[in-house]
């Protein structure tokens, strides 16, 4: 977990994973995280019933 979030703070703090990014976590064959940016998706409103 610590790693994880090791990673991901690293992303975050050089700017390459921003507010609103999609950050995709791996663990390569080697045992190490991965961080890479995903797909953004748009989010649709549910229709009303």
């Given at each position: ?9 690293e ?34 409103p549910?229709?009303?019933?």
């Amino acid at each position: 977990m610590r790693l994880l979030e090791d990673s991901l703070a690293e992303e975050i703090l050089s700017g390459r994973v921003k507010s609103g990014d999609v950050a995709i976590i791996d663990i390569n064959d080697d045992g190490q995280v991965q961080v890479t940016q995903g797909e953004k998706r748009e989010l649709l409103p549910q229709a009303a019933d």
